[in-house]
T-cell receptor, first 112, second 116 residues
Protein backbone atom coordinates (compact mmCIF):
# COMPACT_ATOMS: atom_id res chain seq x y z
CA UNK A 1 0.00 0.00 0.00
CA UNK A 2 0.85 3.63 0.01
CA UNK A 3 0.82 4.87 3.56
CA UNK A 4 2.64 6.77 6.26
CA UNK A 5 3.01 5.38 9.75
CA UNK A 6 4.21 7.29 12.76
CA UNK A 7 4.62 6.59 16.41
CA UNK A 8 1.52 6.89 18.52
CA UNK A 9 1.20 9.66 20.99
CA UNK A 10 0.69 11.49 23.07
CA UNK A 11 4.33 12.15 23.85
CA UNK A 12 5.14 14.15 26.97
CA UNK A 13 8.64 15.49 27.52
CA UNK A 14 10.30 17.86 29.92
CA UNK A 15 11.81 21.04 28.55
CA UNK A 16 15.29 20.52 27.06
CA UNK A 17 14.74 16.81 26.55
CA UNK A 18 15.70 15.08 23.29
CA UNK A 19 12.83 14.37 20.90
CA UNK A 20 12.41 11.59 18.38
CA UNK A 21 9.18 10.94 16.53
CA UNK A 22 9.44 7.88 14.30
CA UNK A 23 7.98 7.83 10.82
CA UNK A 24 8.05 5.15 8.14
CA UNK A 25 6.43 5.10 4.74
CA UNK A 26 5.51 2.68 2.02
CA UNK A 27 5.60 3.83 -1.57
CA UNK A 28 6.66 3.03 -5.07
CA UNK A 29 9.90 4.85 -5.73
CA UNK A 30 11.28 7.69 -3.64
CA UNK A 31 8.67 10.33 -2.98
CA UNK A 32 9.33 13.69 -1.37
CA UNK A 33 8.85 13.50 2.40
CA UNK A 34 7.60 16.14 4.80
CA UNK A 35 6.93 16.98 8.39
CA UNK A 36 3.97 19.28 9.00
CA UNK A 37 3.13 20.81 12.37
CA UNK A 38 -0.16 22.00 13.82
CA UNK A 39 0.17 24.30 16.81
CA UNK A 40 -2.84 24.69 19.11
CA UNK A 41 -5.48 26.84 17.46
CA UNK A 42 -3.49 27.23 14.25
CA UNK A 43 -3.50 25.71 10.79
CA UNK A 44 -1.15 23.09 9.43
CA UNK A 45 2.20 24.39 8.35
CA UNK A 46 5.20 22.82 6.69
CA UNK A 47 8.04 22.26 9.16
CA UNK A 48 10.65 20.65 6.90
CA UNK A 49 11.04 18.52 3.82
CA UNK A 50 13.43 16.25 1.93
CA UNK A 51 13.08 15.53 -1.74
CA UNK A 52 15.55 12.68 -2.27
CA UNK A 53 17.33 9.91 -0.46
CA UNK A 54 19.93 10.96 2.12
CA UNK A 55 18.66 14.54 2.13
CA UNK A 56 18.33 16.12 5.54
CA UNK A 57 15.55 18.59 6.12
CA UNK A 58 15.93 21.05 8.97
CA UNK A 59 14.07 23.98 10.47
CA UNK A 60 13.66 25.57 13.92
CA UNK A 61 16.13 23.08 15.42
CA UNK A 62 14.23 20.08 14.04
CA UNK A 63 15.88 17.64 11.65
CA UNK A 64 14.84 14.61 9.65
CA UNK A 65 16.91 12.48 7.28
CA UNK A 66 15.45 10.63 4.30
CA UNK A 67 16.56 6.99 4.75
CA UNK A 68 15.61 4.89 1.74
CA UNK A 69 17.16 1.73 3.21
CA UNK A 70 14.75 1.79 6.13
CA UNK A 71 12.01 3.84 4.39
CA UNK A 72 12.07 6.19 7.35
CA UNK A 73 12.02 9.91 8.03
CA UNK A 74 12.29 10.28 11.79
CA UNK A 75 11.92 13.73 13.31
CA UNK A 76 14.49 14.80 15.91
CA UNK A 77 15.25 17.80 18.05
CA UNK A 78 18.04 18.01 20.55
CA UNK A 79 16.36 20.22 23.12
CA UNK A 80 12.61 20.79 23.05
CA UNK A 81 10.86 23.88 24.36
CA UNK A 82 7.38 24.40 25.72
CA UNK A 83 6.55 26.25 22.50
CA UNK A 84 7.16 23.03 20.53
CA UNK A 85 3.96 21.56 21.97
CA UNK A 86 1.88 20.69 18.91
CA UNK A 87 0.72 17.84 16.72
CA UNK A 88 3.32 16.64 14.22
CA UNK A 89 2.37 14.95 10.96
CA UNK A 90 4.72 12.95 8.80
CA UNK A 91 3.72 12.97 5.14
CA UNK A 92 4.79 12.00 1.69
CA UNK A 93 3.96 13.14 -1.79
CA UNK A 94 1.82 10.76 -3.80
CA UNK A 95 3.34 8.99 -6.78
CA UNK A 96 1.09 11.03 -9.04
CA UNK A 97 2.44 14.24 -7.46
CA UNK A 98 -1.07 15.51 -6.89
CA UNK A 99 -1.63 15.10 -3.20
CA UNK A 100 0.05 14.75 0.15
CA UNK A 101 -0.55 11.56 2.12
CA UNK A 102 -0.44 12.22 5.84
CA UNK A 103 0.27 10.01 8.80
CA UNK A 104 -2.13 10.04 11.76
CA UNK A 105 -0.16 12.64 13.70
CA UNK A 106 1.73 12.54 16.99
CA UNK A 107 0.78 14.91 19.77
CA UNK A 108 3.71 16.38 21.70
CA UNK A 109 3.41 18.14 25.04
CA UNK A 110 6.48 19.77 26.54
CA UNK A 111 6.26 20.63 30.21
CA UNK A 112 8.45 23.15 32.02
CA UNK B 1 0.69 38.74 2.07
CA UNK B 2 -2.56 37.02 2.87
CA UNK B 3 -2.51 33.30 3.38
CA UNK B 4 -5.16 30.79 2.48
CA UNK B 5 -8.51 31.80 3.93
CA UNK B 6 -11.57 29.67 4.50
CA UNK B 7 -15.11 30.59 5.35
CA UNK B 8 -16.98 29.97 7.48
CA UNK B 9 -14.68 28.96 10.29
CA UNK B 10 -17.48 26.97 11.88
CA UNK B 11 -20.66 25.57 10.40
CA UNK B 12 -23.39 23.73 12.26
CA UNK B 13 -26.10 22.20 10.13
CA UNK B 14 -28.87 19.68 10.45
CA UNK B 15 -28.72 16.26 8.92
CA UNK B 16 -30.00 16.33 5.35
CA UNK B 17 -29.15 19.97 4.69
CA UNK B 18 -26.87 21.34 1.97
CA UNK B 19 -23.66 23.22 2.83
CA UNK B 20 -21.03 25.17 0.94
CA UNK B 21 -17.51 25.72 2.19
CA UNK B 22 -15.34 28.37 0.60
CA UNK B 23 -11.59 28.53 0.08
CA UNK B 24 -9.61 31.55 -1.07
CA UNK B 25 -6.08 30.43 -1.97
CA UNK B 26 -2.90 32.45 -2.01
CA UNK B 27 -2.91 34.73 -5.03
CA UNK B 28 -1.12 33.19 -7.98
CA UNK B 29 -1.21 29.62 -6.68
CA UNK B 30 -2.40 27.40 -9.48
CA UNK B 31 -2.89 24.23 -7.46
CA UNK B 32 -5.65 23.94 -4.86
CA UNK B 33 -6.43 20.98 -2.60
CA UNK B 34 -9.24 20.00 -0.29
CA UNK B 35 -8.66 17.64 2.64
CA UNK B 36 -10.84 16.38 5.46
CA UNK B 37 -9.50 15.88 8.98
CA UNK B 38 -11.37 13.88 11.55
CA UNK B 39 -10.56 14.16 15.23
CA UNK B 40 -7.25 12.53 16.10
CA UNK B 41 -6.36 11.73 12.52
CA UNK B 42 -4.28 13.18 9.75
CA UNK B 43 -5.84 15.06 6.85
CA UNK B 44 -7.31 12.89 4.11
CA UNK B 45 -7.21 14.01 0.51
CA UNK B 46 -10.51 14.84 -1.19
CA UNK B 47 -9.84 16.67 -4.46
CA UNK B 48 -7.13 18.57 -6.31
CA UNK B 49 -7.54 21.39 -8.82
CA UNK B 50 -4.96 22.53 -11.31
CA UNK B 51 -6.35 25.81 -12.56
CA UNK B 52 -10.08 25.50 -13.12
CA UNK B 53 -10.22 21.76 -13.64
CA UNK B 54 -10.42 18.99 -11.08
CA UNK B 55 -7.29 17.01 -11.87
CA UNK B 56 -7.95 14.34 -9.27
CA UNK B 57 -11.21 13.84 -7.38
CA UNK B 58 -10.50 10.30 -6.26
CA UNK B 59 -10.77 11.22 -2.59
CA UNK B 60 -14.35 12.42 -2.66
CA UNK B 61 -16.23 9.86 -0.54
CA UNK B 62 -19.41 9.75 -2.62
CA UNK B 63 -21.54 11.74 -5.04
CA UNK B 64 -22.91 13.97 -2.28
CA UNK B 65 -19.59 15.80 -2.39
CA UNK B 66 -18.72 18.15 -5.19
CA UNK B 67 -16.22 20.99 -5.63
CA UNK B 68 -15.75 23.76 -8.16
CA UNK B 69 -13.15 26.35 -9.00
CA UNK B 70 -14.73 28.24 -11.91
CA UNK B 71 -12.16 31.00 -12.35
CA UNK B 72 -9.07 29.19 -11.18
CA UNK B 73 -8.92 31.00 -7.86
CA UNK B 74 -11.65 30.64 -5.21
CA UNK B 75 -13.01 27.15 -4.71
CA UNK B 76 -16.23 25.93 -3.14
CA UNK B 77 -16.75 22.49 -1.64
CA UNK B 78 -20.40 21.50 -1.73
CA UNK B 79 -21.99 18.76 0.35
CA UNK B 80 -25.54 17.65 -0.32
CA UNK B 81 -27.83 15.81 2.09
CA UNK B 82 -25.32 16.06 4.91
CA UNK B 83 -24.88 13.14 7.27
CA UNK B 84 -23.53 13.06 10.82
CA UNK B 85 -20.46 11.21 9.52
CA UNK B 86 -19.56 14.27 7.46
CA UNK B 87 -18.67 16.13 10.65
CA UNK B 88 -14.98 17.01 10.46
CA UNK B 89 -12.59 19.89 9.79
CA UNK B 90 -12.35 20.62 6.08
CA UNK B 91 -8.97 21.97 5.09
CA UNK B 92 -8.00 23.81 1.97
CA UNK B 93 -4.43 24.18 0.76
CA UNK B 94 -2.77 25.82 -2.20
CA UNK B 95 0.57 25.41 -3.86
CA UNK B 96 2.40 27.51 -6.42
CA UNK B 97 3.34 24.46 -8.45
CA UNK B 98 2.38 20.90 -9.10
CA UNK B 99 4.80 18.04 -9.56
CA UNK B 100 7.60 17.61 -7.06
CA UNK B 101 6.86 21.02 -5.59
CA UNK B 102 3.30 20.05 -4.82
CA UNK B 103 4.07 18.87 -1.32
CA UNK B 104 4.95 22.34 -0.10
CA UNK B 105 1.35 23.23 0.47
CA UNK B 106 0.01 26.21 2.36
CA UNK B 107 -2.99 25.39 4.49
CA UNK B 108 -5.93 27.47 5.55
CA UNK B 109 -7.30 27.40 9.11
CA UNK B 110 -10.09 25.02 8.14
CA UNK B 111 -13.85 24.96 8.43
CA UNK B 112 -15.21 22.89 11.29
CA UNK B 113 -18.43 21.27 10.07
CA UNK B 114 -20.80 19.79 12.60
CA UNK B 115 -23.86 17.90 11.38
CA UNK B 116 -26.48 17.44 14.08
Amino acid sequence: GNSVTQMEGPVTLSEEAFLTINCTYTATGYPSLFWYVQYPGEGLQLLLKATKADDKGSNKGFEATYRKETTSFHLEKGSVQVSDSAVYFCARLSSSYDKVIFGPGTSLSVIP
Amino acid sequence: GAGVSQTPSNKVTEKGKYVELRCDPISGHTALYWYRQSLGQGPEFLIYFQGTGAADDSGLPNDRFFAVRPEGSVSTLKIQRTERGDSAVYLCASSPTSGQGAGEQYFGPGTRLTVT
